[in-house]
């Protein structure tokens, strides 16, 4: 299983300028950790030709967010979990950004 972990690094969440470049670099970090070390195991996860995508950001209160954007299985995605809540990330439980799906009736 190929694991990607993406920084989203939002302009609303923004510290004061002299700890923007900071702030990037440690979620840039964070991300790269988090593919290469905590979630290694899942390489070796069957089958091999998937693929889970994580999204890590702050909140607005600074503290780091995660959350899976494509359909995975149950055990991979309590796995991605489990490695997260180690790290003290918080799920990611809403977007401004989000598209609302298109209701069923139209």
């Known amino acids: 299983m190929t694991v990607t972990v993406v920084p989203i690094i939002e302009p609303h969440t923004h510290p004061a300028p002299p700890l923007t470049r900071v702030m990037d670099e440690r979620l840039i970090r964070f991300a790269k950790e988090l593919e290469e070390e905590h ?20 909140n607005s209160k600074y503290t780091v967010r ?41």
């Open 39 to 58: 979630l290694k195991e899942l390489q070796f996860v069957e089958p091999p030709f998937e693929d889970v995508v994580i999204y890590i950001s702050y």
């Open 66 to 106: 995660w959350k899976i954007v494509n359909d995975v299985p149950k055990p991979v995605e309590q796995m991605v979990a489990d490695a997260c809540a180690k790290l003290g990330y918080i799920a990611w439980k809403f977007s401004p950004y989000v598209v609302p799906s298109r209701r069923p009736d139209l």
